[in-house]
């Protein structure tokens, strides 16, 4: 570790510690785990369990850890908020801002395993999700004894895709992989290239991901790590790079609505789940490339 990775462990800790509503601070994350992806470049990730999140999702509490760069919010699970902060020499940083009692809860229901069944469903889904964020490692910063018991409970859960995401994602794939194309034949080249960048190979990666983890690979979520991972024919097409001229624009889209809908078919094969043939839209992209 560092200097400067030393010195962030000992400031977040000792600000932790001030902090009266902050119940537990707990460390997740690869920087925690022991399978040798963390690095230099890896960002700390913090579940930040207080008794006040109200005070924390504004993100407004990262700058009293340093100087910090910038800070972005994003709102998942319903009213949970993610606060990342990038800090000077470019540290980043993610806090998760729960609250204490659903945490509380959440843990010690999972000291009664048997009562599952009997789990409503906002507890069966919240545990569900703190086990596949912390599930596979964590390390208590705040909280001491008592919640390295809460999260000894812990085992990992991963979350495959649903045959209802596999439909939307199929759908949204196709959608805006026509839009793109025209927007590449009205002379929209800026905005086509963007749709591209923003969606269609995004689909394109989310489908190669869930290829890869049935085939008994291990992929990561939103690209991370895509060079490891991808099969040669995924990684030629989410390299396509783009320029804006409606040539480059319309024949990436070809390859990728041919990979996606090769990648497609062999998930929804080994599901057990119906594609939808797709061979007039794919061949109308193609048509125009």
Same mark, same amino acid.
């Given at each position: 570790?560092?200097?400067? $990775?030393?010195?962030? %462990?000992?400031? *977040?800790?000792?600000? !932790?510690?001030?902090?009266?509503? &902050?119940?537990?601070?707990?460390?997740?994350?690869?920087?925690?785990?022991?399978?040798?992806?963390?690095?230099?470049?890896?960002?700390?990730?913090?579940?930040?369990?207080?008794?006040?999140?109200?005070?924390?999702?504004?993100?407004?509490?990262?700058?009293?850890?340093?100087?910090?760069?910038?800070?972005?919010?994003?709102?998942?699970?319903? $009213?949970?908020?993610? %606060?990342?902060? *990038?800090?000077?020499? !470019?540290?980043?940083?993610?806090? &998760?801002?729960?609250?204490?009692?659903?945490?509380?809860?959440?843990?010690?229901?999972?000291?009664?395993?048997?009562?599952?069944?009997?789990?409503?469903?906002?507890?069966?889904?919240?545990?569900?999700?703190?086990?596949?964020?912390?599930?596979?490692?964590?390390?208590?910063?705040?909280?001491?004894?008592?919640?390295?018991?809460?999260?000894?409970?812990?085992?990992?859960?991963?979350?495959?895709?649903?045959?209802?995401?596999?439909?939307?994602?199929?759908?949204?794939?196709w959608v805006q992989a026509v839009w793109a194309a025209k927007r590449a034949m009205r002379g929209e080249l800026i905005a086509s290239q963007r749709t591209?960048?923003?969606?269609?190979?995004?689909?394109?990666?989310?489908?190669?991901?869930?290829?890869?983890?049935?085939?008994?690979?291990?992929?990561?979520?939103?690209?991370?790590?895509?060079?490891?991972?991808?099969?040669?024919?995924?990684?030629?097409?989410?390299n396509a790079g783009t320029t804006p001229e409606r040539e480059s624009l319309l024949e990436t889209l070809s390859h990728l609505s041919r990979e996606f809908?090769?990648?497609?078919?062999?998930?929804?094969?080994?599901?057990?789940?119906?594609?939808?043939?797709?061979?007039?839209?794919?061949?109308?992209?193609?048509?125009?490339?």
């Amino acid at each position: 570790m560092s200097e400067r $990775d030393e010195a962030w %462990v000992a400031n *977040v800790s000792a600000w !932790a510690s001030a902090q009266a509503d &902050i119940k537990a601070l707990v460390q997740i994350g690869s920087r925690v785990k022991n399978d040798g992806t963390a690095d230099k470049w890896s960002d700390f990730d913090y579940q930040l369990i207080t008794t006040n999140p109200a005070r924390y999702k504004s993100g407004e509490f990262a700058r009293e850890l340093g100087k910090c760069w910038a800070i972005g919010l994003e709102h998942t699970f319903g $009213d949970v908020t993610k %606060v990342t902060a *990038v800090f000077d020499g !470019a540290l980043e940083a993610d806090f &998760i801002i729960l609250r204490h009692s659903d945490l509380v809860i959440a843990t010690t229901a999972l000291g009664w395993p048997r009562a599952k069944v009997l789990w409503p469903r906002p507890l069966r889904i919240g545990i569900s999700r703190l086990r596949g964020a912390a599930g596979t490692g964590w390390k208590i910063i705040k909280g001491g004894a008592a919640w390295e018991k809460r999260y000894s409970r812990l085992t990992p859960c991963e979350f495959p895709m649903t045959e209802e995401e596999f439909a939307a994602l199929c759908g949204e794939f196709w959608v805006q992989a026509v839009w793109a194309a025209k927007r590449a034949m009205r002379g929209e080249l800026i905005a086509s290239q963007r749709t591209i960048h923003r969606y269609v190979i995004e689909g394109c990666l989310r489908m190669f991901e869930e290829e890869v983890i049935l085939a008994g690979g291990k992929a990561y979520p939103r690209g991370r790590r895509a060079e490891i991972w991808l099969t040669e024919s995924q990684e030629r097409v989410a390299n396509a790079g783009t320029t804006p001229e409606r040539e480059s624009l319309l024949e990436t889209l070809s390859h990728l609505s041919r990979e996606f809908s090769r990648s497609s078919e062999a998930v929804g094969r080994q599901r057990g789940w119906p594609d939808v043939d797709r061979t007039e839209v794919r061949g109308w992209i193609t048509s125009l490339s």
